[in-house]
């Protein structure tokens, strides 16, 4: 039994050594205690296997909007932000769940994600060739642009409008935060009933003449009559817009300064074009983007041999998950050639990522044609600033790179 310890805080969010030097905090936490119990209440997983089977239990449930203190930070429960939030897949359990989601990936198909392939190359040559030579933002100028156009391919949404639901997507991503501001709050609840009116009026349009999207799919009854509430399906695009876009942003930053910052590495996939779909996990493991899932317990668990009681709160640390030598050899070495790499980038268990192809698809496809239209690709500057707003999330707020046609 590891013995359950009120004393030490060897995991703090606003802890600027985390954002000093993750890798190295989390590693003293995992040594340390692989399962925390915080001064501050809540418990921390950093092992490999421990984050996976807790992510895979059933007693492990993300239905965050049940807590009243989350909900008054957001405009309380009959906010719009709030009455949205509670309609997503993403914080149902058990039953409700799996239900909400045998409906949706019914609309979300490796089908559909296939026949968007040539769109997204489409959309990234387009932004590639925008950005042209000398020195560009890699984020600004390719990495956020390419969510959420894609997202609005998926659906069936007019491209033009695509800045339009990019900036109501912002606000309301910031419901996740932890740490939200009554400005995010505002933003967001003044942002929610304006998207909702406008895939309301998409809907609209569908239900006069069906199409062949996902957002038509996604209204569509099956022969037993079940299907979503017109509510459902505005939240569930909601959530599409909102946990596929800054997500696959930072994949393809964090992924990019990965490969900047090991060039034998980036020498290696230059060289080898093909290997990129083999080495997606590699990379995914090396920086991921999600650091932490948060989950609260419906019954006690039991996690290699530690009692955790109903109704606590467990952080699953992927990001030190992912640095764990049990699981990965020399951890802290990016290793294109690394065999059987299984990352928990996407999660695990019942919410693993309902999109992962689409976001593997999207990664996988900007940074191949940004090697292949460029022979050069250097850092502009070594000074990058990470996000802090998303303390669960990992990103570059900038990428400043040098880029050239020729090597
Ligand atoms: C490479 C980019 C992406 C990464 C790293 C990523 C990561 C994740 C992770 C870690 C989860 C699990 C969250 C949890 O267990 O609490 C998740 C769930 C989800 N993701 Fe993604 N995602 C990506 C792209 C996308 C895209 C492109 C979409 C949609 C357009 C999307 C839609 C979703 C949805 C709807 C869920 C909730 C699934 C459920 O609750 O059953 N993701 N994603």
């Keep these: 039994m590891v013995e359950r310890q009120r004393t030490r805080v060897l995991f703090d969010l606003n802890d600027p050594q985390l954002h000093r030097n993750r890798y190295a905090y989390y590693r003293r936490l995992r040594e340390t205690e692989p399962i925390h119990h915080s001064p501050y209440g809540f418990w921390t997983l950093s092992r490999y296997d421990d984050v996976d089977a807790f992510l895979r239990s059933p007693q492990a449930s993300s239905s965050v909007t049940t807590d009243p203190a989350f909900a008054e930070q957001r405009g309380g429960p009959d906010s719009p932000a ?26 979300v198909t490796p089908r559909a994600v296939q026949r968007l392939e040539p769109e997204i190359l489409r959309i990234v040559n387009r932004l590639i060739d925008d950005m042209g030579e000398g020195e560009v933002d890699l984020i600004e100028q390719l990495a956020a642009p390419v969510p959420v156009a894609v997202i609005c391919g998926l659906l069936g949404i007019p491209i033009e409008d695509a800045d339009k639901c990019l900036k109501w997507t912002n606000a309301i991503a910031n419901i996740i935060d932890p740490l939200i501001t009554p400005q995010m709050r505002d933003a967001m609840n003044q942002a929610e009933p304006e998207f909702s009116a406008y895939i309301r009026h998409q809907m609209e349009l569908r ?15 099956d022969e037993d009559g079940e299907g979503l509430s017109d509510e459902d399906v505005i939240a569930q695009v ?3 817009f909102n946990a596929g876009h800054e997500t696959t942003i930072n994949v393809i930053g964090n992924s990019l300064h990965a490969l900047l910052t090991n060039p034998d590495q980036l020498e ?28 609260h317990l419906t019954d006690d668990l039991v996690v290699s041999g530690q009692r955790i009681p109903a109704g606590d709160v467990v952080l699953a640390i992927l990001g030190a998950a992912h640095r764990d030598p049990a699981r990965f050899p020399d951890p802290d070495r990016l290793d294109l050639r690394r065999e059987g790499v299984k990352s928990l980038a996407f999660g695990s268990g019942p919410h693993y990522c309902i999109a992962a192809m689409l976001g593997r698809t999207e990664v996988c496809l900007t940074i191949t044609e940004l090697l292949r239209r460029y022979g050069r690709i250097e850092l502009a500057s070594t000074e990058l600033e990470w996000h802090t707003r998303f303390n669960f999330v990992l990103g570059l707020k900038r990428l400043p790179l040098r880029v050239a046609y020729r090597a």
């Design 82 to 107: 709030m009455r949205s939030l509670s309609r997503w897949m993403l914080v149902k359990h058990g039953e409700e769940h799996r239900k909400l989601r045998r409906i949706i990936a019914r609309a």
């Design 207 to 221: 239900r006069a003449e069906p199409r062949d999207d996902v957002l038509t799919m996604l209204m569509a009854k």
């Design 238 to 240: 909601l959530l599409l």
């Design 268 to 295: 290696l996939l230059r060289a080898n074009p093909g290997m990129m779909g083999d080495c997606f996990e590699e990379l995914a493991r090396y920086n991921s983007t999600v650091q932490v899932i948060l989950r």
